[in-house]
């Protein structure tokens, strides 16, 4: 029988909750890396024990944590004293250095972007806020950066290169940070292409590249911002999140700082589908395991009001790839709600009935086991949530 | 021996409980004292310094002797007191916040 493992990532530590395929009873295992943020956490595809984590502090800078024992254990890769003898006598150490690449062979670097003044600004390396194993390899693993940049590791996070060619882009000097920095927060593999990777940046927008990271073009075309001064610009746009159901990699799914789009042309072009929702602003989006027209948003207020309408908790399913909205609210608080749910702490597992995740920034992490028809709480008062992901294990 | 005392976060980091001791020889400095930190604990490189310009960060403080020490030169020679061991030499998050 399956089980579940929900990986949740918090401003003060990691926390593990399991459970049998039933999901009624979940055990918790943590915090792990307490007192630090913890971005992201997630596990490879190719073997779920693999698990990276993405530890950050404003004052200790950026740490690449790996487990290889399903969350059990965890070690900086490339740390262990074998490892560590290089010719100088001094550890290499380098999980943890994430630095732009400036040489010439390797595109056409950018060493500035547009800062909230009007100037251009250097980029410079903040944290690591997403990050996405390889299909593939277990070693092989990117990472979403702060300022925005697109790194890989082929080393299972002993070392990390740029793919210059992301910032290289002509458009790299217009991008700008949203109010959360200029991050780069998603990254979609396509299951049928092993050279084509979606990514998206706020406020940028969304990229693809076609040759495994190379080369990248923007893909906002159908894209409305009112937030910048051509609401139809190329680049610009404060993209919250993109999703992608692995069986139709053309279609994608995206809940912007407002609209909820879509593309059925790998992004080429995007239409809204916010319908009927409350509101279109938000942050996560994600894609019923098995229904690929399934897809759910939680609508938050406004962009200076992070809470949900009304102050009741709703997420809204959509059974059609968006117009046509439902509300799913059995089990969530339907008054005095007042939390955000960030645009990576949302998930899906891939049991029948598929099971639907979210964490909020109050501290409670909700599932549903039947598709989001009723929900419960499976752990609350846990540090603001940041990230949900979600393994279905044998 | 030299004493060195990391902030809670750091020691959680690196597995260890209490003062960092080090033996080191000729000139004491803070580049030569973090060099030998970073090499006894190499997953703490790049959380005091930068991994690539080597310059403090910013919310990283240096203090020794009941001074602070942060904006001294790496290179400058640390007080007798740090390199004898009778006082530790502390590496500080620095408060912030509320």
């Known amino acids: 029988m399956s089980n579940v493992r929900v990986l949740v990532g918090t401003r003060k530590g990691a926390f593990i909750l399991t459970s049998d395929g039933a999901r009624k009873r979940w055990k918790v295992s943590g915090p792990h890396f307490a007192g630090w943020e913890i971005y992201h956490i997630k596990g490879s595809p190719v073997n779920p024990d693999r698990i990276y984590a993405s530890q950050t502090s404003a004052w200790f800078g950026q740490i690449i944590q790996r487990s290889d024992d399903g969350g059990k254990t965890w070690n900086t890769p490339g740390s262990s004293p074998e490892e560590l003898q290089s010719s100088d006598g001094m550890p290499k150490a380098e999980s943890n250095k994430f630095v732009y690449d400036a040489s010439p062979e390797t595109g056409k670097p950018i060493t500035t972007h547009q800062w909230y003044d009007g100037t251009q600004h250097p980029w410079e390396f903040k944290r690591v806020w997403h990050l996405e194993p390889s299909l593939y390899d277990p070693d092989h693993v990117y990472a979403g950066v702060e300022d925005a940049a697109i790194f890989e590791s082929k080393d299972g996070g002993k070392s990390w290169q740029e793919l210059a060619g992301l910032r290289g882009s002509d458009t790299g000097p217009k991008w700008q940070p949203g109010a959360g920095g200029m991050c780069l927060h998603t990254i979609l593999l396509d299951p049928k292409d092993p050279q084509r990777i979606y990514i998206a940046i706020s406020a940028a927008g969304a990229f693809r590249t076609e040759d495994g990271g190379k080369t990248w073009k923007p893909i906002n075309r159908g894209l409305h911002s009112q937030y910048i001064p051509d609401p139809n610009a190329e680049v610009g746009h404060c993209v919250h999140r993109i999703a992608m159901h692995p069986s139709r990699p053309n279609t994608l799914f995206m809940q912007k700082h407002w609209d909820v789009m879509r593309s059925d042309d790998a992004g080429g072009s995007w239409h809204e589908v916010s319908g009927n929702l409350p509101s279109d602003f938000g942050f996560p989006i994600d894609v019923h395991a098995h229904e690929p027209e399934t897809i759910y948003v939680v609508p938050i207020k406004s962009d200076s009001e992070h809470y949900p309408p009304s102050g009741r908790l709703r997420v809204y399913r959509s059974r059609t790839g968006g117009n046509d909205w439902e509300a799913l609210t059995k089990g969530l608080p339907q008054r005095n709600c007042y939390v955000n749910v960030l645009r990576d702490a949302m998930s899906v597992d891939s049991l029948e009935p598929c099971g639907i995740y979210f964490g909020t920034t109050g501290g409670q992490v909700y599932a549903s086991v039947d598709a989001g028809d009723k929900w419960k709480s499976i752990v609350r008062d846990l540090p603001a949530v940041l990230s949900v992901e979600v393994q279905t294990v044998q | ?98």
Request: negative net charge.
């Open chain 2, 1 to 98: 021996m030299i004493r060195v005392i990391l902030p809670p976060n750091l020691r959680t980091l690196a597995h260890i409980e209490g003062e960092v001791e080090l033996q080191l020889n000729g000139t004491l400095t803070q580049r030569s004292l973090l060099d030998a930190v970073e090499a006894k604990y190499p997953m703490l490189r790049g959380t005091m310094r930068d991994q690539v310009t080597q310059v403090r960060r910013p919310m990283v403080r240096f203090f020794a002797c009941g001074e602070d020490l942060s904006h001294e030169s790496p290179d400058a020679p640390l007080p007798h007191a740090i390199a004898n061991g009778a006082e530790p030499f502390l590496i500080i998050g620095a408060i912030a916040g509320g």
